[in-house]
């Protein structure tokens, strides 16, 4: 079963920056948090992983608080071609990876 | 460049077929798992492997098998199929145990009449 809580959905407009917040109330001292983004018709696929602070690649940011207890994606000026579902799980302690049901963002023009 | 590979995008069964879907990925990777995904229950864990020979059962293992002969290809398999075994089933594999990150193939939409 997931361990992870996050929205079912969100809505954005293009140029926005969006944020998703997933819950980790019982995230292990070991496991790492990693988010996912899929498209329809397609598998799962990577985008970021952190531990603590804050993690920036050239696609998103993450935010993770010193309690660890959450995180945060944000995706600056998004545009249609980032509506997808995202998930969030915890990795790296518990082994089995769980992804739980996502967050489904849509981006309006 | 890394790949998974399914070996079919769309199938269609009959209930009590034996059915067999195959992933095969090209990057010596140890880790291996199989999903299914149904709307608005995101993806579950059915199977993986994490070792040629080796398997664990995740959540949804019921009604399900699995074979991994080989380091690069890990098989599910439908003794018996049935109509609540019509979905997407998504076969991943990462470098190894922990935190390494998994690649996915582009999924297999399974129906079963």
Redesign the interface.
């Known amino acids: 079963?997931?361990k992870t809580t996050q929205p079912i959905s969100m809505d954005s407009y293009e140029g926005q920056e969006v944020n998703i917040t997933c819950s980790h109330n019982n995230i292990a001292t070991n496991d790492?948090i990693?988010w996912?983004q899929q498209f329809p018709?397609?598998?799962?696929?990577?985008i970021i992983?952190g531990y603590k602070t804050k993690v920036t690649n050239e696609v998103a940011s993450l935010f993770i608080p010193a309690d660890r207890k959450s995180s945060t994606l944000s995706l600056p000026r998004v545009s249609l071609s980032d509506t997808a579902v995202y998930?969030c799980l915890e990795?790296?302690g518990s082994?089995?990876?769980?992804?739980?049901?996502?967050t489904s963002l849509i981006v309006h023009p | 460049d890394v790949k998974?590979t399914q070996s079919s995008r769309y199938l269609v069964k009959r209930t009590g077929e034996k059915v067999f879907l195959e992933c095969v990925q090209d990057m010596d990777h140890e880790n291996m798992?199989w999903?299914r995904q149904d709307p608005?229950?995101?993806?579950?864990?059915i199977y993986?492997s994490y070792d040629v020979k080796m398997k664990?059962k995740?959540?949804i293992p019921e009604g399900y098998s699995v074979s991994r002969e080989k380091k690069e290809r890990f098989s599910l398999i439908l003794e018996s199929a049935s109509t609540n075994q019509t979905s997407m089933y998504?076969c991943?594999s990462s470098l190894a145990?922990?935190?390494y990150?998994?690649?996915?193939?582009?999924?297999t939409r399974l129906t079963v009449t």
Do not use: K, N, W
């Open positions: 079963l997931a790492y990693t996912y018709s397609q598998g799962p696929r990577f992983q998930y990795s790296g082994y089995i990876p769980t992804f739980g049901r996502g | 998974v798992f999903y608005g229950l995101g993806l579950r864990l993986f664990e995740g959540d998504l991943a145990r922990g935190l990150e998994q690649y996915f193939g582009p999924g």
